[in-house]
């Protein structure tokens, strides 16, 4: 089994940024497909950031592309999320996942949070104007 547990979330103005962590409390990710979401009140869990199990490719969300950075750190057992830029609508509570891949002969990453088997409980991202 494996925990995760987030970190690095706050109340920061617009134009700034924040990094969110993502450790394995218990257990190991190393090669674990993971993922960054985020869920807004009244609104649906959606995909932000994800990366693969080697840390060779990395996805984003349309909506945060350029801004947002996915990164890994397999000896320290973390991913991370360097977030710059922030916009109002980044405000959300920012939740890691992870998920052994199916394969690993591909680096595919999903955007669905249905796909992902572990999560961690989440850390609040607030954004003023």
């Known amino acids: 089994q494996v925990q995760l547990v987030e970190s690095g979330g706050g109340l920061v103005q617009a134009g700034g940024s924040l990094r969110l962590s993502c450790a394995a409390s218990?257990?190991?990710?190393?090669?674990?497909?993971m993922g960054w979401f985020r869920q807004a009140p009244g609104k649906e869990r959606e995909f932000v950031a994800g990366?693969?199990?080697?840390?060779?490719?990395?996805y984003y969300a349309d909506s945060v592309k350029g801004r947002f950075t996915i990164s890994r750190d397999n000896a320290e057992n973390t991913m991370y999320l360097q977030m710059n830029g922030l916009k109002s609508e980044d405000a959300a509570v920012y939740y890691c996942?992870?998920?052994?891949?199916?394969?690993?002969?591909?680096?595919?990453?999903?955007?669905?949070?249905?796909?992902?088997?572990?999560w961690g409980q989440g850390t609040q991202v607030t954004v003023s104007s």
């Open positions: 996942a992870a998920v052994r891949p199916r394969s690993f002969l591909s680096d595919d990453v999903s955007v669905m949070p249905a796909d992902y088997d572990y």
């Open positions: 218990r257990g190991t990710v190393v090669a674990y497909t």
């Open positions: 990366i693969s199990w080697s840390g060779g490719r990395a």
